[in-house]
């Protein structure tokens, strides 16, 4: 059981306290409920575009990293379609310095265009190096497109395209930022060894004053129900032939989230899974094979990808992947097999929750999701799955009309 106190400034600014006397450490973790789905169609990339902006300096402080690294500490951030997150570990002592930086960047960033020409700059690089020049790379961009028709799933955080980031103008910038990098669109969590009384003094000095900003209310375009199969060929220079299927699945809050995600371990968590055990140990097909899902908070995807030995067709591939999922929807599974995967995931939440970072992750996650306490339920959530229930998602979820297919041939020359 987490605990941890929880109040809310005049601004609107959510903050939780987990106090935990066994480390010297202290954790500031800062959530914002902006992602990828928040962006224009046109002006995609500008969360993660943020999450490197916000380094570049704030309205009161040039250089972020300088000071934390002086009070010893280190920091970062990352971004999903869902939300954003930033987080600073230091030692207790030295607390205040984080509430100095990350209120300075809450109050608003330095928005020069230097700053902006030199991340641009930095996200550009990494588009081009992860999702266009790197083999498989652009994989994501392909998958969501063809399962995603009107919801902002369909692009990835990077960007849809290059050039909205390369096309980025200031002010773009600055009504993004004033938009959703406000109070009352924000999660702040502290953890380690601190006391809550201290923290509540300090969260009113650095944090009361800002602007409350106006409470960004989402309204995204719904997926309609997929009727019918996608399916999508491509041929690039790769080392070897891949194959890719997704599905779509209930979002974070849906019933049957939870069975869905042990399916995803029964098919492909590890070298004991029924995917790697059969396709890959036994049969040969695929030199690796993975089952996951993103865990997005709207309704997702949940993804069977492998890479295909050579000389195996991608018919007896993709026909030998269904005939597994379909021994999943018409037998039910074990006790025992349901029990290892259940126990599996037990031991995934307790190491997450040995890290006081990661606590403190967790909490603004759940208090995003409704209710922080949520993340003392989830245990129970998954030991409550039971056998019917993993037949009954899998039965809905694993079928050709509710499927996207990528297949990905290799044109290498070389094979």
Known sequence: ???YNRFVLENGLRVLVHEDTTTTMAVVNVLYDVGARDEDPEK??????????????????????????????????????????????????????AFWLESDRMLGLAFSRKSLDVQR??????????????????????????????????WMTIGKKLEHIEDAK??????????????????????????????????????????????????????????????????????????????????????????????????GGGGSSRLYQTLVKEKKLFSNIECYHFGSLDAGLVTIDGKLVKGISMETAEKAIEEELTRLKNKIVSDEELQKVKNKTESMIAFEDVSVMSRASSLAFYELLGDANLMNQELSKYNDVTADEVQQICQQIFTDSNSSTLYYYSNNQDN
């Open 1 to 3: 059981m987490i605990q």
């Open 44 to 97: 995609t990339g500008f969360a993660h575009l943020f999450e490197h902006l916000m380094f570049g300096g704030s309205i009161n402080i040039p250089d972020y990293d300088e000071p934390l690294q002086k009070a010893g500490g280190e920091n970062n951030a990352f971004t999903t379609n869902d939300y954003t997150n930033y987080y600073c570990r230091l030692p207790a002592e030295n607390i205040e310095t």
């Open 170 to 267: 200031l002010d773009d910038v600055k009504k993004f930022f004033f938009k959703h990098y406000r109070p009352k669109n924000a999660i702040l969590v502290v953890a380690g060894n601190i006391k809550t009384g201290d923290i509540k003094s300090l969260t009113e000095k650095w944090f009361g004053p800002i602007e409350a900003g106006e409470k960004y209310i989402r309204n995204l375009p719904k997926e309609p129900v997929q009727t019918q199969p996608e399916k999508l060929t491509v041929k690039e220079k790769v080392p070897l032939d891949a194959f890719y299927k997704t599905w779509h699945v209930p979002g974070r809050l849906d019933a049957g989230y939870h069975a869905m995600d042990l399916v995803t371990e029964i098919l």
């Open 121 to 154: 700059k930095v996200v550009c690089e990494e588009f081009k190096e992860h999702y266009i020049n790197k083999p498989y790379g652009d994989v994501w961009h392909k998958l969501r497109e063809l399962a995603y028709k009107k919801h902002p799933y369909r």
